[in-house]
C-alpha cells in the first residue's frame, strides 16, 4: 500500500497528463473505506482530506464518496459483502451512483 504522499503524487501526475493532453474538467472520486484493512482507512482520510482541498485548484469537482461510508466514526459495513469489506455491494454501489449523478448534475 503506497503513503498518502505517494498517492497524492500520483494523483497530481495523472492530473498533470489529463491537462496536458486537453482535458478541461477533472472529476475526482475520495477514496472509500474497507471494513477490513483499518490500516488502509487511516492513510485514505489523510489523501481524502487533500483530495476535498481540491489540491490547489487542479481538481474542478471533487465527489466525496467517502463520507457516505460512514456512520460517524465507524465504516457502514451494510454496503460491503461480508466476505470482502474492500468492494462494495450493490447497495454501496447505488450510494455512490447517486453521488456522482449529484455531483456532475
Known amino acids: 500500500m503506497v503513503s498518502?504522499?505517494?498517492?497524492?503524487?500520483?494523483?497530481?501526475?495523472?492530473?498533470?497528463?489529463?491537462?496536458?493532453k486537453g482535458v478541461e474538467k477533472i472529476v475526482v472520486l475520495t477514496t472509500i473505506p474497507t471494513t477490513t484493512l483499518l490500516n488502509h482507512n487511516t492513510k485514505m482520510k489523510v489523501s481524502n482530506a487533500w483530495i476535498k482541498s481540491k489540491s490547489n485548484g487542479s481538481i474542478d469537482i471533487v465527489i466525496d464518496t467517502s463520507s457516505?461510508?460512514?456512520?460517524?466514526?465507524?465504516?457502514?459495513?451494510?454496503?460491503?459483502p461480508s466476505s470482502d469489506g474492500v468492494h462494495p455491494n450493490d447497495l454501496g454501489k447505488q450510494v455512490m451512483s447517486k453521488l456522482l449523478d449529484d455531483g456532475l448534475n
Open 68 to 80: 457516505a461510508f460512514y456512520n460517524g466514526d465507524t465504516v457502514n459495513a451494510s454496503y460491503f
Open 4 to 20: 498518502p504522499e505517494e498517492l497524492e503524487n500520483r494523483i497530481s501526475n495523472v492530473i498533470s497528463f489529463l491537462k496536458d
